[in-house]
């Protein structure tokens, strides 16, 4: 089992970066880790996820190129750096994890979230 917990999300004009973070507790970090967003009126998506060992990596189209995912398995973190935000990308933003070692289905743990506001 495994506790999640995002942070720096924040608002930032069109065009700015910011990084999120999420630190991970628990006796093991043996898991892919994704992390999604869900906008107002709409459903929870994946933008973006890691296998494991970091070999594998899944990024929607809606932010390639812009998103770049990243963990530190001896830390138990995963960061998403997001640049060149746009006001579409505003929402709330999950940190989770699988223990199936994949990275579109079977995320079990999630966090809490963290509010990203692009503004224009």
């Known amino acids: 089992q495994v506790q999640l917990a995002e942070s720096g999300g924040g608002l930032v004009q069109a065009g700015g970066s910011l990084r999120l973070s999420c630190a991970a507790s628990g006796h093991t970090f043996r898991y892919a880790m994704g992390w999604f967003r869900q906008a107002p009126g709409m459903e929870r998506e994946l933008v973006a996820a890691?296998?494991?060992?970091?070999?594998?990596?899944y990024y929607a189209d809606s932010v390639k190129g812009r998103f770049t995912i990243s963990r530190d398995n001896l830390r138990k973190t995963v960061a998403l750096q997001m640049n060149s935000l746009k006001p579409e990308d505003t929402a709330v933003y999950y940190c989770?994890?699988?223990?199936?070692?994949?990275?579109?289905?079977?995320?079990?743990?999630w966090g809490q979230g963290t509010q990203v506001t692009g503004s224009s």
């Open positions: 989770a994890a699988n223990s199936k070692f994949l990275l579109h289905a079977g995320y079990e743990y």
């Open positions: 890691l296998s494991w060992g970091g070999g594998n990596t």
